[in-house]
């Protein structure tokens, strides 16, 4: 006997494997519970007594158009625990449930037409029996399950049409929609494997977007039992995705256009596929991507519903994402080399100034501390001081400080007249409150402004005399080194 679905089913539910059977009536739900109970279960009972008590409450089915089941009847009714191959402990319960009403069967009507009350467990007085089917399926998917069958029929047997089962059918699917539970809908038919039932159980896939079994439920086998169980378990949520990509691009900011697309399209992806039975639907959309060469599910484990997904990057992408990083296209070798080169250099200067020019954006001042290799000892001497000695260890260590001064820089084009001055006026005021950049880029007399206004504070910049520069390095030097918090006047 095939427990190892049974097992992984009792491990995802924690050991708690409550099935609620609702549907529309005369469709076989008891039926269906019957013979699971004696295939699935009872087997597994070692206790005389608790084997016999659950043998007695097994459901009653019945024919006709007459509905059997006028309340719900938990089986067992008390709750067994079951133990398989000795390290898996599960309590099972499946849950028969007072059908939805087929207009034309009998048995839910009083002879004068009024509604047939019933009994059920969360009522202490009876209630209506279209009632008790609607209250009964939301307590019992609800409260009382954790995966639910859906019992429906195509008509191939007993005394309704398809039709009948199938505008219940919508009833029962648009409810169970409203929780969050996983369940599977059953199509109970005396030819499951015919042309004509594998067609409709594809159009019902399609038209509830819900995974739907056909079964003979009468004649129905351990193997078609473990089968329907195994889609139930596809119908519950993903626990844990784990995609393993390459490391590099693990490593890359999410403002690298290759990594925000990733993020978005993983973000997509998930957002859209939750289920167990869509793990191969991420894999179908992650290799249609042209982010991913080539996308293998590792590991898939019903029983902890846990999806390992492998995907690999091309080396195209990865070129990209190296031209990108680098500011320009790199396809060949020395291209790449020169780039490194320079990289190194321009590491070297961001490890000296970098986070000081973080400091200098905010507060418009820091001197960049010097690296420990930057600092030159001079030779130790031996130092005097009256009748006693010490010695003397001096250093001096290269420190670049950096200010943000503010440059102006005006352009004062004469124009012509009155009227065309204020006509250009006009015009740039509007596109520098609405979109200064095109007023950056315009032109005038042949130049752009954003030029011409970086000449004019180059050209301030460029007149700054040398000894000025020299006078005022000298003069910081003596701040640092001598100036002991007090003010020193620099006079130019
Ligand atoms: N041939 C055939 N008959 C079936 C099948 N499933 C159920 N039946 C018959 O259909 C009738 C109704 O089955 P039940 O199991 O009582 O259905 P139910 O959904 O519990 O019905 P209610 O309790 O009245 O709502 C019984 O006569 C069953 O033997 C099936 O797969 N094949
Ligand atoms: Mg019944």
């Not at 029929?153 to 089962?165: I, Q």
């Not at 030029?451 to 460029?462: A, C, E, L, R, T």
Request: aromatic share 8%; net charge negative.
């Amino acid at each position: 006997m095939s427990d190892s679905i049974l097992k992984d089913v009792a491990t995802r539910t924690s050991g708690e494997v409550y099935i609620g059977v609702v549907g529309s009536v005369r469709s076989g739900k008891s039926t269906f519970i019957r013979r699971f109970m004696e295939t699935k279960v009872l087997p597994l009972i070692t206790d005389k007594y608790v084997y016999d008590k659950i043998q007695d409450e097994l459901p009653q089915s019945s024919e006709g158009r007459t509905i059997m089941t006028v309340e719900p009847k938990f089986i067992p009714s008390n709750l067994v625990r079951i133990t398989i191959d000795q390290d898996v402990n599960f309590q099972i319960r499946l849950v028969d449930c007072v059908g939805h009403v087929i207009p034309s069967a009998k048995g839910y009507k009083n002879e004068d037409g009024s509604s047939r009350l019933v009994q059920t467990p969360w009522f202490s007085e009876a209630i209506p029996f279209e009632d008790a089917a609607k209250l009964g399926t939301d307590k019992v998917i609800e409260a009382h399950s954790n995966i639910g069958i859906v019992m429906s029929s195509d008509g191939s047997f007993g005394e309704f049409s398809r039709d009948e089962y199938e505008q219940v059918e919508e009833i029962v699917i648009a409810e169970l929609k409203e929780h969050s539970k996983p369940f599977v809908l059953v199509i109970n038919t005396t030819k499951p494997n015919a042309e004509e039932t594998l067609a409709l159980v594809d159009s019902l896939t399609e038209k509830y977007q819900v995974s739907v079994v056909a079964l003979d439920v009468l004649n129905m086998t351990e193997q078609d039992m473990d089968h329907l169980l195994k889609v139930a378990m596809n119908e519950f949520d993903i626990s844990e995705l784990n995609l393993e990509v390459p490391t590099w691009v693990n490593k890359l900011d999410d403002d690298v256009s290759y990594k925000s697309k990733f993020n978005e399209l993983i973000k997509e992806t998930t957002g859209t596929f939750r289920k167990m039975k869509d793990a191969f639907r991420i894999q179908e959309t992650f290799k249609n991507s042209e982010l991913f060469s080539d996308v293998t599910i590792s590991n898939i484990d019903p029983a902890t519903g846990l999806v390992n997904i492998e995907i690999g990057c091309s080396d195209e992408c990865y070129n990209d994402v190296v031209s990108e990083l680098l500011g320009e296209k790199v396809s060949d070798k020395s291209t790449l080399i020169e780039k490194l080169q320079y990289m190194k250099k321009a590491q070297h200067v961001y490890e000296l100034v970098g986070s000081s020019m973080e400091k200098v954006e905010q507060v418009g001042y820091d001197i960049a501390m010097p690296k420990p290799s930057d600092i030159e000892l001079e030779k130790p001497e031996l130092l005097k001081d009256g009748s006693r000695y010490g010695i003397k260890i001096k250093a001096s260590a290269p420190m670049i400080q950096m200010v943000k001064i503010s440059v102006t820089s005006s352009f004062e084009p004469i124009i012509g007249s009155k009227e065309q001055a204020e006509e250009l006026i006009h015009h740039m005021i509007d596109n520098y409150e609405n979109e200064p950049d095109k007023l950056w880029n315009s032109e005038i007399f042949g130049r752009k402004l954003c030029d011409v206004i970086s000449d004019g504070v180059k050209s301030k910049v460029n007149a700054i005399p040398d000894n000025v520069l020299e006078k005022y390095k000298s003069s910081i030097e003596k701040v640092v080194n001598y100036g002991k918090g007090g003010i020193i006047a620099i006079v130019l």
